[in-house]
């Protein structure tokens, strides 16, 4: 089966304020980008992955996403991070009528395609899936079979609110890089001992990161 992933991205200036203590306001977009372009790559990268459409109003990501394979979709709701995945959702769906869609994060920097691949083979087995994430509190994939919608309900608390709207929680083991979204410094130093990206590690290692 064939995934074409959605993934939402905010305009690097306004993404990922809690950084604030780790990356210095000029240095946060670069890191944020960095992040992405690592998702991206690696998604890209793997074998059950036909495709992947980033959702951004950001000119640079934009650029720079296409620039690895990526599609841009614009933001054209504009009004948050669930509607943006639902109009991404629409119009990949409209390009790939049958096609397997799932939902994944952008802060992804250690992102190992064989751990994507079995996360989205797990997927196929239900009609709606989610990954929790690292913090075992959000989500980082949310994957939906042909013929079902994603209805992502991401924001606080989002592993419990996707598990109660009915879709089925992936318990795998081995799938850290698959889990481990970056919101904090601490998040950032997990991902660098897990191994991120070649973008992420260039702008991390500018920073002066504690245990690092």
Known sequence: MQWTLVIPLKPLSRAKSRLADTASDGVRPRLVLAFAQDTVAAALGCADVADVAVVTDDELAGRELAALGARIVPDTPGTGLNAALAHGEAVVRSLRPRA??????????????????????????????????????????????????????????????????????????????????????????????????PRTAAVSARLAIAGQ
């Open 100 to 197: 397997p869609v799932a939902a994944l994060n952008a802060d992804l920097p250690a992102l190992r395609p064989l751990e994507l691949s079995r996360v989205l083979k797990a997927s196929a087995e239900f009609p709606r899936a989610f990954l929790p994430d690292a913090a075992a509190l959000g989500t980082t994939l949310l994957a939906a079979t042909p013929g079902h919608a994603l209805r992502p309900v991401f924001g606080a608390d989002s592993r419990a609110r996707h598990r109660a709207s009915g879709a089925r929680e992936l318990e795998l083991a081995g799938v850290d890089s698959v889990r481990q979204d970056v919101d904090t410094g601490a998040d950032l130093r997990a991902a660098l001992t897990l191994g991120v990206g």
